[in-house]
């Protein structure tokens, strides 16, 4: 079974910045797009950021211009860049193949708010 642990979450403070990462366990990991899921108590998952093998990205709407998906083949791991963040953005963030195909990891919460 593949193996996908989130990490870097946490509790900031809105404007603030943070970086969530994705370490998968297998190396197949270099040929697959990647996504960023987040759900909100009572919301359905929502992707939110996706990059493919070669590194094009496309993002949800609501976070253009303020996170940036980005990932690095040789450690097996996604990044998200999160800045700007808005108390809308608070949710457990999770990562997974680009459509969803693989077993839900933990997640990692990140909370919003003043």
């Known amino acids: 079974q593949v193996q996908l642990v989130e990490s870097g979450g946490g509790l900031v403070q809105p404007g603030g910045s943070l970086r969530l990462s ?6 197949i990991f270099r040929l697959w797009s990647m996504g960023w899921y987040r759900q909100a108590p009572e919301k359905q998952r929502e992707l939110v950021a996706s990059i493919t093998s070669y590194g094009i990205t496309n993002y949800a709407d609501s976070v253009k211009g303020r996170f940036a998906i980005s990932r690095d083949n040789a450690k ?9 963040l808005k108390p809308e953005d608070t949710a457990v963030y999770y ?3 680009g459509g969803g ?8 919460q990140v909370t919003v708010s003043s």
């Open 22 to 27: 994705c370490a998968a366990s297998r190396s």
């Open 95 to 97: 990562c997974n193949k």
């Open 101 to 108: 195909e693989l077993s839900w990891g933990q997640g990692t």
């Open 76 to 84: 097996n791991t996604v990044y998200l860049q999160m800045n700007s």
